[in-house]
């Protein structure tokens, strides 16, 4: 008699090539260097061979192609990456395959391609509806492009679909952000993901915010745009289920959600990340460096860090993390592996215990850094 299936991993692809360079980013991505995508894409699907051999072929229950901009290979690379895949790895009928992809480079032979080759959940980075604040991004689109993406997806047979939005971005209003909202919504989207501007040091937006040139909204102004997300999204039957993310029932990404519960996945590209077998990897991040075939870096992971990755990654999400799990996955439950670490966040309204989970408060959410700092 065959005993139960092993739990799936999930896969995730590293696409590192973009049309330029956003003013905010500091990911390990590329501008002008699409010469090297057929190469990249050879080094890639040789890497995805050879990792599902050495692993043993392990089933998984999701794809993740993930950049830079994927929706900038041809066709025939995106399909070669996704066949390689589903044949080094034994991939859940049902599984879920998401690419991203940005406004202004998604082709409708592209979408088809993906979504012949089994992709069935398309994430569009469509960030801000003023086309000012996109300039100031450095984005290359508008939002009729957004608008745009989103028939040439559904016309290839996308149902489910997430826009990416951002907030407080210099100069951006909290009207601003309600049009951006009311906008995105329009689209009729099943997953929204709102994200703070992050001000990365050595980016083109740090610097003109450290000249003067730029100026980002004070905190409370910041805080209103997110509490109006929240609400605007809760409104029109989207359920946030982490920090950021929002989602119509059923289409929470489930690829994320795996990331934040520890889930073993296996990265392959440029820059990528593994965790597998309580060790994790990372790809040489600079591009050169990956094509000449430089090797991973590894770190075993210990059980204390274990422990605090399962609160940091976990605490994310609204539901928390459920103590039976913590207890499951690591043979301590959570009051036993932090001790008197959980009274000083708990006395101060930013950690609770609910419905047997420890999760964080609304105002948790806000300073989740400082709870972490308290669990360290």
């Known amino acids: 008699m065959q005993g139960p299936l092993p739990p799936p991993i999930g896969l995730y692809v590293h696409v590192p090539f973009c049309v330029s360079k956003c003013a905010y980013c500091d990911f390990a991505s590329y501008a002008g260097r699409e010469a090297d995508m057929p190469r990249y894409v050879d080094a890639v699907v040789r890497e995805i061979k050879r990792r599902g051999e050495e ?88 939002w009729e492009q957004a608008i745009v993406s989103l028939e040439i997806a559904r016309q290839a047979g996308f149902d489910n679909i997430n826009l990416d939005l951002m907030f407080g971005l210099p100069s951006q209003t909290v009207a601003d952000f309600q049009e951006t909202l009311d906008a995105a919504l329009a689209l009729s989207p099943t997953h929204v993901s709102c994200y703070g501007l992050m001000v990365e040091e050595e980016t083109p937006i740090s610097r003109d915010i450290a000249a003067g040139k730029l100026a980002l909204p004070d905190e409370e102004t910041d805080r209103d745009m997110y509490e109006l997300a929240r609400r605007t999204l809760a409104e029109n039957g989207f359920e946030q289920y ?50 000449a075939g430089e090797e991973p870096k590894t770190e075993h992971i210990s059980k204390e860090k274990a422990r605090f990755e399962s609160m940091m990654l976990g605490l994310r999400m609204t539901r928390g993390v459920k103590d039976e799990d913590f207890t499951r996955m690591h043979g301590l439950s959570i009051r036993e592996a932090f001790g008197e670490k959980l009274d000083k966040p708990i006395a101060a309204g930013l950690l609770e215990w609910r419905e047997g989970a420890l999760r964080l408060t609304r105002l948790g959410m806000d300073l989740e850094n400082s709870v972490l700092v308290d669990l360290l």
């Open 55 to 142: 692993t043993g072929h392990p089933r998984a229950d999701t794809i993740f192609l993930g950049g830079g901009t994927p929706s900038l290979l041809d066709e025939g690379q995106v399909t070669r990456i996704l066949e390689a895949l589903l044949g080094a790895f034994s991939v859940d009928e049902d599984a879920e395959i998401t690419c991203e992809c940005n406004p202004g480079t998604l082709t409708s032979g592209f979408a088809h391609a993906l979504r012949n080759a089994g992709a069935n959940r398309l994430s569009l980075g469509a960030q801000a509806a003023r086309t000012r604040l996109l300039r100031l991004l450095g984005r290359i689109h508008d």
């Open 242 to 291: 982490e920090i950021s993310n929002f989602a119509r029932p059923g289409y929470a990404c489930r690829h994320n959600v795996g990331c934040w519960t520890r889930v073993p996945y296996l990265g392959f590209g440029s820059a990528a990340h593994s965790f597998f077998g309580e060790c994790r990897a990372m790809n040489p991040s600079r591009l050169d460096a990956y094509l």
